[in-house]
C-alpha cells in the first residue's frame, strides 16, 4: 500500500524561527490534507491542497503531486504552533478509499 | 455555534460490554466523519456520512464496530462487544464545502479505555 513520510520526526524552534515540514507518498494521491494536533489533543484541519500552492497566514503549503510531496512552510512561528502536524493522502474511488495518515512531525517552539 | 460536540469525553468500560460513542456536528454540515486515533496506528479515518448516508467504511476496522447518522444533527459510533484494543482516542468531524474534507472542524475526541 501506499506510504507516507513525514520529516523531521522531531523539531525544536526558537520563537520567530521558520520551518518547513515535508510529506512524501510513495504513489498517486486524490488529495492531501494537513492537521495540527495542538498539545491539548485538538485537532485543526490546515489546508485541502491536493496540488498547487494554498497560503492561511503564517502557514502555507505547496504540494507537488507529479513528485509526490507536500511542504508545510511555517514562518514567524510561535509557541502557539507547537503540537504535531499530520499530512493525510486519499487514494482510490468512491467504496475503495484508502486515507492514510504520516507518522506526524512534532514541533516545539520555545519562548 | 458550539462547535463539533462529542460526548462522552472519557468513558471506561471493561471488556465484552456496549460502547456507544456520540457526536452532535455543526449546525448545517453536511459531512461527518470518525477517526480514531491511537499510539500504534496513528491517526485513522473509520468512516464518513453525507447528508446522513454513509459513503465510506472501509476504514471501519471490523463488523463489532457500526456507525449511524439518523439525522443532520447526531450521530453515534458503537462497538460491541469492546475489546482491550479498541482504547483509543475518537475523534468527529464535521464540514460543509464542495470537496467532503476541505476545512473539517473536529471535536475535543472521546478518550475510550477498554480493560
Known amino acids: 500500500g501506499i506510504q507516507v513520510e513525514q520529516s523531521p520526526p522531531d523539531l525544536i524552534l526558537q520563537e520567530g524561527a521558520n520551518s518547513t515540514l515535508r510529506c512524501n507518498f510513495s504513489?498517486?494521491?486524490?488529495?492531501l490534507q494537513w492537521f495540527h494536533q495542538n498539545p491539548w489533543g485538538q485537532l485543526i484541519n490546515l489546508f485541502y491542497?491536493?496540488?498547487g500552492t494554498k497560503q492561511n497566514g503564517r502557514l502555507s503549503a505547496t504540494t507537488v503531486a507529479t513528485e509526490r510531496y507536500s511542504l508545510l512552510y511555517i514562518s514567524s512561528s510561535q509557541t502557539t504552533d507547537s503540537g504535531v502536524y499530520f499530512c493525510?493522502?486519499?487514494?482510490?474511488?468512491?467504496?475503495?478509499?484508502?486515507?492514510?495518515f504520516g507518522t506526524g512531525t512534532r514541533l516545539k517552539v520555545l519562548a | 455555534d458550539a462547535g463539533v460536540i462529542q460526548s462522552p469525553r472519557h468513558e471506561v468500560t471493561e471488556m465484552g460490554q456496549e460502547v456507544t460513542l456520540r457526536c452532535k456536528p455543526i449546525?448545517?454540515?453536511?459531512?461527518l466523519f470518525w477517526y480514531r486515533q491511537t499510539m500504534m496506528r496513528g491517526l485513522e479515518l473509520l468512516i464518513y456520512?453525507?447528508?446522513?448516508?454513509?459513503?465510506?467504511d472501509s476504514g471501519m476496522p471490523e463488523d463489532r464496530f457500526s456507525a449511524k447518522m439518523p439525522n443532520a444533527s447526531f450521530s453515534t459510533l458503537k462497538i460491541q462487544p469492546s475489546e482491550p484494543r479498541d482504547s483509543a482516542v475518537y475523534f468527529c468531524?464535521?464540514?460543509?464545502?464542495?470537496?467532503?474534507?476541505?476545512?473539517?472542524?473536529f471535536g475535543p475526541g472521546t478518550r475510550l479505555t477498554v480493560t
Open positions: 468531524a464535521s464540514s460543509f464545502a464542495g470537496a467532503p474534507y476541505d476545512e473539517q472542524y
Open positions: 504513489d498517486s494521491v486524490n488529495n
Open positions: 491542497i491536493p496540488s
Open positions: 493525510a493522502v486519499e487514494q482510490g474511488t468512491s467504496g475503495t478509499y484508502k486515507y492514510i
Open positions: 449546525s448545517g454540515h453536511d459531512y
Open positions: 456520512f453525507n447528508n446522513n448516508v454513509p459513503i465510506d
